[in-house]
């Protein structure tokens, strides 16, 4: 399968499980909201041009956002993960050409523990952006706090949960 | 000049992130204050389609819920029916009104259109309802809905053949409302935490309020009035006025919505003409 072909298909599936499975359940506490779906942007392959990951996030997020009815409110924080990724890469990755020899971030390809404080940083940046813009309109800063850390708690668990269901294996690969 | 240019080639992707930025910004607070956003019709339509599949799915594990709401009005209204009362055997003197009005059609002033839910959420501080029916089938944009149990919310967007409704779980919504026993108004509101709670404010601290009481919409919103809107279960005194404030809970239950009314309101156009005029003379 195609790299295109694989990403398109993700793209609609992280979209439908968000909408129609994570977003349905009823909320157990005022604090816990389950999000996944910006894992997609965690998935997109290493060679993407920075403006395309920007401008992938911003669809992304505003393809959510139809459904939610809030436009922009997921668009703003993905299109920021999207922009901050490359950044965390480099400093992350220290090996000459990985970028080169795997196609796209995963346990096998970064190894775990960078792999881990990849998607606690970006998830954490993504939640507190996305709670920020909430509360700009309502609420009380300790909510506020309690809800970016109890998400965050929950986006990666729900993560790490999907990593080990749908194990992605990456080739090395090599020139010759 | 050449600088600029050369400024703008070398920050390329962080000028672009910006203009992102403020994009999606721009859509977000704009759409908050006006409840319309680019595309939302078209967007609203397609995304519709998508959860009134989804819904025909989800609907069979709701059947039976829907069905007992749906016998508990039934059977509410058969017993309104003009068949189950007698009228006293009283009446002495026959008096025939010379002015023949069709009373019931001529004064008719709520209409009210049945609707299937196809999309609903309660976990978000702003929630919405979608249903399938829209500009098509006669609804328009700030009709009220309601559901056999009571009120649901505002229809806020219509397309073609959809409409979303900001139900009464959302941050925004205010709803004028009255203590069904005395008549004391005051204005319900949610406070984005637990859709089990609703909070209503101004309630004089002279009103005799119990628990378990039910609220109603007042006279003077845009719903019907007398429709159920939650029954309270607590009240606080705050300390710094002179009114309680309510905690209720709200009539409808919201996790399995599946079928409302939208009522239209036929003097709306010549109450608001009306009260617009009257408003412009106190100007002058």
Known sequence: MSELLKNIIRFAGFILIQVFILNKIPPLHGFISPYLYFLYILWLPFSMSRISLVFAGFLFGLSLDYF??????????????AYLRP????????????GFNYTEPAPSSMGWTPYIVYILVLSFIHNAYLVFLEWLQFGNFWYFLGKVFST????????????????????????? | MRNVFLFIRRYFNFVFFVIIQIVSLSMLFKYNRFHEAAFMGVAGEFTGR???????????????KTNEALVNENAHLRNLLKQDFLPPDSTQKIVVDSIRIDSLERFRRYLYMPAK?????????????????????????DMTVVSSEGIVGTVINVSNNMATIMSLLNRQSRVSSSLKKTGETGTVEWDGNDPQVLT?????????????????????????????IGYVTAVEAEKSSNFYSLLLKPATNFF?????????????EEQDALEKATHKQDLQ
Do not use: W
């Open chain 1, 87 to 98: 950044f965390l890469i480099n400093v992350l990755v220290t090996h000459e050409g990985m």
């Open chain 2, 117 to 141: 839910v196809v999309n609903n959420s309660v976990t978000s501080q702003s929630n919405y309802i979608t249903i399938s029916r829209g500009l098509k089938q006669g609804v328009e944009k």
């Open chain 2, 50 to 64: 998508i959860s009134e599949k989804y819904n025909k799915v989800e609907y069979y594990f709701q059947l039976k």
């Open chain 1, 152 to 176: 965050t708690g929950i986006s990666f668990l729900l993560i790490m949960i999907t990593e080990t269901l749908f194990y992605r294996k990456q080739k090395f690969r090599t020139n010759t």
């Open chain 2, 256 to 268: 399995n919505i599946q079928f409302v009314y939208v009522v239209k309101n036929l003097q709306k």
């Open chain 2, 200 to 228: 209503l404010r101004n309630i004089p601290k002279s009103a005799r309020v119990n628990i378990g009481d039910t609220i109603v919409s007042g006279i003077n919103s845009s719903y019907p009035p007398g429709q159920a």
């Open chain 1, 68 to 81: 939610t009815k809030t436009p922009g409110l997921h668009a703003a924080s993905c299109s920021l993960i």
